[in-house]
């Protein structure tokens, strides 16, 4: 079936430092979306990207969505400790109206 | 406003028992998601709904599990005779038009069969 696959699973950095965790998926997506997971917390979400080739940023975390719309980056600059949590990205089940498929998360430690 | 409420918080069943889930969407939102997280996990898609109408319930993994949502606002996930599988955070989220767009998450319930 349709699958999303995050890499790293895991990523530990020192603050300051740069993050990059990457989606890819086993089908062509429409759209894909990005949440993050603070540790005890529900999903927050972050963004949408629609277009092929689409880039967009917030503040210190760029968003990237391949040109084949199957993969997309998040790239954080500069770690802070406030950025500890899991990154999920997701895309929709094809030939469903509402099933988002996520992907297992990269959980993000930042050392102070 | 408020966001979306789930209730309770945490519940313990013994296996065997119903448990009853309860979802309050933020007001006028179109669009209603139930989710399972395993610990460690990303969420599991469950049901959708669109107002009062399911639209795709292909994620319920068993004929135990059954959502409804008969006003089109608050929505409840019932599990009969739960079982250890059970166990995991019951995510709820809505979104103000319908599928694709961003979604609201509540905080979830744990539940814990034992």
């Known amino acids: 079936g349709q699958q999303v696959m995050q890499i790293p699973q895991y990523q530990h950095v020192q603050e300051g430092e740069d993050f990059t965790t990457y989606c890819n998926s086993s089908?062509?997506?429409?759209?894909i979306q990005w949440y993050k997971q603070r540790p005890g917390g529900h999903p927050v979400f972050l963004i949408q990207?629609?277009?092929?080739?689409e880039v967009k940023k917030q503040k210190r975390l760029t968003f990237q969505f391949g040109e084949a719309k199957k993969n997309s980056s998040l790239h954080i600059t500069a770690t802070q400790t406030t950025d500890v949590g899991t990154y999920f990205c997701a895309g929709p089940a094809g030939g469903s109206q509402g099933n988002l498929i996520f992907g297992k998360g990269t959980k993000l430690s930042v050392k102070p | 406003g408020a966001g979306v409420s789930q209730s309770p918080r945490y519940k313990v069943a013994k296996r065997g028992q119903d448990v009853a889930l309860r979802c309050d969407p933020i007001s006028g939102h179109v669009s209603l998601f139930w989710y399972q997280q395993a610990l460690g996990q990303g969420p599991e898609f469950l049901t959708y709904f669109q107002n009062e109408a399911q639209l795709d319930k292909s994620g319920l993994p068993s004929d135990r599990f059954f959502a409804e949502r008969p006003e089109g606002s608050v929505s409840t996930l019932k599990i009969q005779r739960t079982q250890q599988e059970d166990s995991a955070v019951y995510l709820c989220?809505?979104?103000?038009?319908?599928?694709?767009?961003?979604?609201?998450f509540g905080q979830g319930t744990r539940l814990t069969v034992v």
């Open positions: 989220a809505s979104s103000p038009v319908a599928a694709w767009t961003e979604a609201f």
């Open positions: 089908t062509t997506l429409s759209n």
């Open positions: 990207l629609v277009k092929s080739g």
